[in-house]
């Protein structure tokens, strides 16, 4: 059985999306197909058919949430000791040595990751390339554009 590595917020807004899926959406879905059931012919019920597959999508994003937080590593830095050690959760300040350029990443786990929000995957070339660094390191991580050199700057368990 492999174990998802996910943070305690992650987690939480797999359960809010799980309960919004079977106690909002489900009953929605199944009043849309008795409504189109209503309309006749089956076979040509084009609303019928499309409530039908939103029903599939529906059940398998139910099925895939709860398969991953059954089998969820939960990991909450906040209850952790800051030893400065980039690990999977923290929040991590770094500069790009080329550029000057600042920038913040919070490492969670693949369904969480949102690069907008600054949130990146633990899979991803960057936080693969920090994991185990300490502050005031430097890491060489491997991009689409090169080896680009990373100074540590700041570790938070947050």
């Known amino acids: 059985m492999t174990q998802y590595p996910m943070t305690a917020q992650g987690a939480e807004m797999l359960r809010v999306e799980l309960n919004e899926l079977k106690s909002v959406r489900r009953p929605q879905i199944i009043a ?27 059940e398998g994003r139910i099925q895939d949430i709860e398969a991953k937080l059954s089998n969820a590593q939960i990991i909450d830095v906040t209850k952790m000791e800051n030893t400065g050690k980039i690990i999977f959760g923290t929040t991590v300040t770094i500069l790009n040595c080329d550029t000057d350029e ?18 990146i995957s633990v899979n991803s070339p960057i936080a693969r390339g920090l ?3 300490m502050v005031d390191d430097v890491a060489n991580i491997q991009t689409p554009a090169g080896v680009i050199e990373f100074e540590i700057i700041d570790v938070q368990y947050i």
Do not use: M, P, W
């Open 32 to 58: 849309s197909i008795a409504e189109a059931r209503e309309h006749g012919d089956l076979k040509e019920n084009a609303e019928y058919h499309a409530a039908r597959e939103q029903q599939s999508f529906c």
């Open 131 to 133: 994991i185990g660094k």
């Open 102 to 119: 600042e920038i913040t990443y919070r490492i969670v786990g693949d369904d969480e990751a949102d690069i907008k929000n600054k949130l």
